[in-house]
């Protein structure tokens, strides 16, 4: 099965700071990659996703870049402000035409934001 | 924005008894998910679901758990003889098309304690 590796565990950044999160993943059939951003007791709420078909996209502050050939994605946080400290997980899927795949997800990455 | 509901909050049980854990999905989605989350650890996908039936599952997923449509707009998840390492925050999640990649929206979670 799909297995993803998640780092660092903890980063801390200061405010206004960029941070940047990395993922491998181990299926080279996986071809869709989420991420959610999950605070204290609450949901995981996605924040951005990417396909397979793509290298690279960007909403805002927030961007992925996804290399197929060497399996890694990244998350890429930049000018980050205090709202933006959580644990962030990523995630891998692959779709299988056959059904409702499910994600395998990081460990999660708990990213700081220091005043 | 239509979010996906989970009840309830939270869940106190004794070890041994059954317990039902309850989803209603987004009202359009068609594909309906049950993750975990043990505290302070990455989320964990149990099983998908669609069309009436179980499309994927997990190897956590054992026959103590199963899952269950029963009407329209419910998606329950059963735990048939529960034990202290169910304890953890369940997760409901649904998609609209699997074959665009659609994202999972997660709903808030139900946290299960086993005493």
């Known amino acids: 099965g799909e297995n993803v590796e998640q780092h660092p565990s903890t980063l801390s950044v200061q405010e206004g700071d960029s941070a940047v999160i990395k993922c491998t993943y181990s299926?080279?059939?996986?071809?869709?990659f989420p991420w959610y951003k999950q605070e204290l007791g609450k949901r995981p709420q996605l924040i951005i996703d990417?396909?397979?078909?793509?290298g690279e996209k960007k909403d805002q502050r927030i961007a992925v870049t996804l290399n197929k050939t060497a399996k890694h994605f990244s998350l890429h946080i930049t000018e980050t402000q205090p709202e933006d400290s959580a644990v962030y997980f990523c995630?891998?899927?692959?779709?299988?035409?056959?059904?409702?795949?499910?994600?395998?997800f990081g460990k999660g990455t708990h990213l700081i934001i220091q005043p | 924005e239509p979010e996906v509901t989970q009840t309830p909050s939270h869940q106190v049980t004794q070890m041994g008894q059954e317990v039902i854990l309850r989803c209603v999905p987004i009202?359009?989605?068609?594909?309906f998910y049950w993750y975990r989350q043990i505290l302070g650890q990455k989320v964990e996908f149990l099983v998908s679901?669609?069309?009436?039936?179980?499309?994927?599952k997990s190897e956590i997923f054992d026959d103590q758990f199963s899952v269950e449509r029963p009407d329209g707009s419910n998606f329950t998840l059963k735990i048939r003889s529960t034990k202290l390492e169910d304890s953890a925050m369940y997760f409901c999640?649904?998609?609209?098309?699997?074959?665009?990649?659609?994202?999972?929206?997660f709903g808030d979670g139900t946290r299960l304690s086993i005493l």
């Open positions: 999640a649904s998609s609209d098309q699997m074959d665009l990649n659609q994202p999972q929206h």
């Open positions: 299926d080279s059939a996986s071809n869709y």
């Open positions: 990417i396909r397979s078909n793509v």
């Open positions: 995630a891998a899927r692959m779709y299988s035409g056959g059904g409702a795949d499910g994600l395998t």
């Open positions: 009202s359009n989605h068609l594909y």
């Open positions: 679901f669609y069309n009436n039936e179980i499309s994927e």
